[in-house]
């Protein structure tokens, strides 16, 4: 099957378009990347979703944004299809724009509540591009308890599992997740968690120190320049959520706006401040290795993906917090590194299509093994 797959993540950097050829099921799926593109959003598009993402806002907003943001993914699709002379796909696979996301549930009306949204319509994606969609993938883990996050896990094993190297898969995107693979581990081995910021701190202080002009910091410019406070690195890190036991997921919920107003108000001066939070970036990571994971299994090999293994600055803090390890990045398997999640979408499609299951029980907390995506013909 020729399959696309879409991905819009919390850093709100833009779409992520792959398209895939896949044969084969379950653990033994193929998988052939054929071509990738990032479409930046309209900077219009990017304010408007800041401005609906984990804040009180008019749900005119949110409506308007869920139909627009699916002609905004056709496009992306019908584009890349047109670079690289694709006349047809079988199938679609679109994790759409979180807005919002509590992986835990907590007290609301009288009920204990988990909650996550994801906009960008399926069935309006479906009829512009012609071909069936699954999208809304993380509701169907958490209807069966489960955090609806990391869904990493299940391509990372499918991907970098080895009979006898321990390994450590690390997305960073907005928000960091890992998947840690014990050596010839069953998938029901597999230890996955959300380890914090990723990008997402970086991001935001970057945007305000240019005002706007530069949304992440490219080849690291401008942490460079600065020098990270590791005094407030350790203080950050005395947060319970770094401690507390996974499954766990974060979120702009977390590392938002109200993260970055109390960073600012530190006082350190910007350059400082991003090269603060490339520091803990890196030592949230760290910390959390050496926490969970290593009780449990070597860290033979950590291999990074998404925007944050171009950043020089940050990986060279993660190798200096990880001695021993050897570093890797998605691409020394043949997958961009800021593909990663886009043909992995298209990979959840794909199984939840055939009507397999496609979360990790033991990454997200689910209470059994369950076929996430809802699907729109």
Known sequence: MLVAGIMSGTSLNGIDVAIVEMKGQGWRLKVQPLAFETRPYPRAVRTALLAVSNTDCHTRDIAR????????????????CAKHEIETLDLVGCHGQTIYHQGQPSPYLGKRIAATLQIGDGCHLAERLGVPVVSD?????????GNGAPLAPFFDYLMFRHAKRGRVALNLGGIGNLTAIPPGAAPESVLAFDTGPANMV?????????QGREIYDRD????RQGHADLQLVDRLLKDRFYKRQPP?????????????????????PMLDLIATATAFTAATVSAQIDRFVRPLMPVDDLIVGGGGARNPLLMAYLEGFLPGTTFQTTADYGIESDAKEAIFFAVMA??????RPNNVP???????AVSMGKLSR
Not at 68 to 74: F, G, H, K, S, V
Not at 350 to 355: C, I, L
Request: proline share 0%; no cysteine.
């Open 362 to 368: 033991s990454a997200t907390g689910a209470n059994k």
């Open 220 to 223: 690291a410019k401008l942490g």
């Open 137 to 145: 993938f993380r509701q169907r883990d958490m209807a069966a308890a």
């Open 248 to 268: 766990k997921s974060a979120g702009r919920e977390e590392y938002g706006v109200e993260f970055v107003d109390r960073l600012v108000a530190t006082g350190l």
């Open 350 to 355: 794909y199984e939840s299509w055939h009507g």
């Open 65 to 80: 944004l869920n139909i627009l943001l699916a002609e905004l993914y056709a496009e992306a699709v019908q584009k890349l």
């Open 202 to 210: 970086i991001d935001q202080l970057v945007a305000r120190h240019t």
